[in-house]
């Protein structure tokens, strides 16, 4: 990778499953990086705490810095969390932000993606010079939906629900490619090579774990059922791919 001045980079959630992969292709690339998160380790890079919905200490975290990449987030208050970075990245100067986001954040009227969609339209109305990433499910998230759904006695089969799991490893070295360059705005969404159905995603898991359950077709309810019967979650042209499979993810697993 190349591109870019030689600087402090902060990455926000850097101890989680994308941030783990981040963090050491930010130091192989010659930055200096430093870990926000709520919780900081010591592990040789250097970390501070700092709490995004509460606003406490991202001030102090992002000084000196030149580039974040904003990873951290959760099932709700990301938009909250986002708006008190971007102020606090606006008050120090900073000069990209990037920001993943997550395919179709505005077309499901779930409270997860309407508070995604808040935390993107912080970003892009800021004033710091942004680029903004839209990911499809990673396979690690593909890989946790189908386990919890394989904890009930009988496997539920939403149908006409579909995905395009991106591999972790894919969506990191997109990530800091993006950010060693300019500020892009709204880049190509990021996907993985291949769509499958919930039911495939489900029964994969099952065969690769050796468990077993009987399973039932239901229908996704509601407007975000509509979307997804529709294929509305779907980035199928324009798109970027990653080059990881599902199914190399799965013999990672096995």
Do not use: C
């Not at 989680?16 to 890079?45: F, N």
């Not at 903004?132 to 009930?152: I, S």
């Amino acid at each position: 990778m190349s591109g870019g001045t030689v600087g402090v980079m902060l990455v926000t959630g850097g101890t989680g499953t994308l941030g783990r992969l981040v963090v050491p292709l930010v130091v192989e690339a010659g930055w200096k990086v430093r870990v926000l998160s709520r919780h900081p380790k010591d592990d040789g890079v250097e970390h501070v705490a700092a709490d995004l919905l509460q606003g406490d200490g991202i001030d102090d975290a992002l000084n000196d810095v030149d580039v974040v990449i904003h990873l951290a987030g959760g099932p709700k208050g990301d938009d909250v969390g986002t708006r008190n970075l971007v102020r606090a990245a606006e008050r120090a100067g900073v000069k990209h932000l990037v920001h993943i986001s997550v395919t179709a954040v505005d077309q499901l009227p779930l409270t997860y993606f309407k508070s995604k969609l808040g935390a993107e339209q912080a970003v892009r109305e800021s004033s710091v010079p942004w680029t903004v990433l839209r990911v499809a499910q990673v396979h690690d998230f593909a890989w946790n939906t189908a386990r919890m759904m394989a904890k009930l006695p009988v496997l539920p089969i939403p149908g006409g629900v579909r995905f395009q799991p991106v591999d972790g490893r894919d969506v990191a070295a997109r990530l800091v490619e993006l950010a060693l360059g300019e500020p892009a705005g709204l880049v190509p969404d990021l996907v993985g090579p291949k769509v499958y159905s919930l039911g495939d995603l489900a029964r994969d898991y099952l065969r690769t774990t050796g468990k077993h359950r009987l399973s039932m077709p239901v229908r996704a309810p509601g407007k975000a059922g509509k979307v997804y019967r529709a294929g509305g979650n779907l980035t199928l042209t324009g798109a970027t791919t990653g080059h990881r499979t599902w199914e190399a993810f799965l013999a990672e697993q096995s």
